[in-house]
């Protein structure tokens, strides 16, 4: 099943964000640190490159993130033009207070009070933005929730007068393109939950986790993993945590147990795991450069 979502507030969220493109200095993209291409928007980077502006691109949740798998992001954007990368933890103060300055970097030029540095907080949905907003201003000024998209209109925060923060609501796009995109998009809770079924999605975190972290899973749910495939892996974790349907005997409550696995791994209970690398972002787009392009069927002749 190939995951889409694209509530209708967010065109209204796009074509405001372009508008306030043009009077900002510096994007601050907050990025999942555990999936940070798959969750980075390419609208925002389409936006930003038309207005010419450099990009700050936070690795939020770093402390969920797998640390070797973050070094190797951050050397991969670190080396892209206008583009500095850190990683941070949206809750840690002390992460937060070194944003100024990085920002500033970017954009030399406003240093005063005559030109104060203005900041525009942009990312995916339920990726940190809130938080790190609420950590930098010190006081609650940005709703946070657990489900994406609280955030539905843009706040203007100035901070002192030599910063101004502009925050937006997180954006999805029209189309991803890559299926495995949405997956990891929907694991880490970016996407409502109207748009998945939290079973596939489930299915699809048990195959990264049996292919690249399966010492966390054995770990976590103490169950051999010899012969197991992804959908075994539900089904281990419904029989170890006695996940059963009521009035059904021994049936097992798979949904369940996705949701086990998925809160695990989005909480971090489960271990420091990253969905992607830029080893494998590259695999991926290698394979699907390679894969022959559809097209479409013949008309029928119709003519007599």
């Known amino acids: 099943m190939a995951i889409q979502w694209f509530p209708g507030h967010m065109t209204t969220a796009r074509k405001k964000a372009a508008e306030t493109m043009a009077q900002i200095d510096v994007v601050v993209e907050v990025l999942d640190a555990r999936l940070p291409e798959a969750g980075s928007n390419p609208m925002i980077h389409e936006l930003r490159l038309h207005r010419q502006r450099s990009c700050l691109k936070l ?67 339920n990726v940190g933005k809130s938080t790190l907003i609420n950590t930098w201003v010190k006081r609650r000024v940005a709703a946070v929730g657990d489900e994406p998209a609280v955030t539905k209109s843009q706040q203007r925060i100035n901070l002192s007068p030599r910063l101004i923060l502009v925050d937006t609501p997180g954006m999805t796009w029209p189309k991803i393109e890559h299926d495995s995109d949405g997956f990891m998009l929907a694991a880490s809770h970016a996407i409502g939950r109207n748009a998945v079924i939290d079973e596939e999605v489930a299915i699809f975190l048990a195959g990264i986790l049996l292919e690249r972290y399966p010492a966390l899973l054995k770990a976590r749910y103490g169950f051999s993993l010899e012969g197991v495939d992804a959908p075994g892996v539900l089904e281990a974790v419904a029989k170890k945590r006695g996940c059963l349907k009521k009035g059904r005997g021994a049936e097992l409550d798979l949904e369940k147990a996705a949701m086990i696995l998925l809160t695990d791994y989005r909480s971090g209970t489960l271990g420091r795991i990253s969905l992607e690398t830029p080893a494998s972002r590259q695999a991926l787009l290698a394979t699907a450069a390679n894969k022959p392009k559809k097209t479409a069927a013949p008309k029928p002749d119709t003519a007599e």
């Open 59 to 125: 690795l939020n949740k770093a402390d969920l993130a797998d640390p070797e798998a973050t070094r190797a992001w951050l050397a991969y954007f670190n080396k892209q033009p206008g583009v500095l990368a850190v990683a941070i933890s949206a809750k840690k103060a002390s992460d937060v207070a070194k944003l100024p300055a990085l920002a500033q970097k970017l954009a030399p030029h406003r240093d005063d009070t005559f030109k104060p540095l203005r900041l525009m907080i942009m990312g995916i949905p």
